[in-house]
């Protein structure tokens, strides 16, 4: 056991968060994302949904201070009706850690999948909500 690191993140993740770089983009997907057929890292985070699981990431891992979203969102296909409110949760567990966070990047669906395919790592949770999955883009300290 360690102090002070969330026992949501499992040695696995926090191996992935330490080798990753500047710019390199971790993917925390909700429970219906192509995670495994898109992953280079696969990890499993079963039983666990992504609100939880993004709040114990940016405990440790610093978002791009130097480009204008340094995280993004699955954008809501043409003419789906679905609603959002958990991407509220997300703006306000960011700008709690990130003071100068201003907005996320919306990305097409089929772009965010091509993006996720280049992502150090898919965390694969068992969320329910819709349009859950969020690209972070790693910074320094």
């Known amino acids: 056991m360690l102090k002070h690191i969330p026992n949501l993140l499992s040695p696995e993740l ?3 968060l330490m080798e990753m770089g500047h710019g390199d ?3 925390l997907a909700d429970g219906n994302f192509p995670a495994a057929s898109v992953a280079r890292r696969l990890v499993r985070a079963d039983g666990h949904t992504v609100v939880p699981m993004l709040e ?3 405990m440790l891992l610093p978002l791009d201070r130097y480009v204008p979203h340094p995280a993004a969102l699955m954008q809501v296909v043409a003419g789906d009706t679905v609603k959002t409110p958990i991407w509220d949760q997300y703006r306000q567990i960011i700008k709690t850690v990130e003071k100068t966070f201003t907005d996320f990047e919306y990305v097409e669906r089929f772009a965010f999948y ?3 395919k ?3 790592a898919v965390v694969a949770t068992s969320e329910k909500a819709l ?4 690209i972070l883009k790693k910074g320094v300290l």
């Open 14 to 16: 926090l191996k992935i």
């Open 56 to 58: 114990a990431v940016l």
């Open 114 to 116: 091509e993006r996720a």
């Open 118 to 120: 280049q992502a150090y």
């Open 131 to 134: 349009y859950a999955n969020i």
């Open 25 to 27: 983009e971790i993917v």
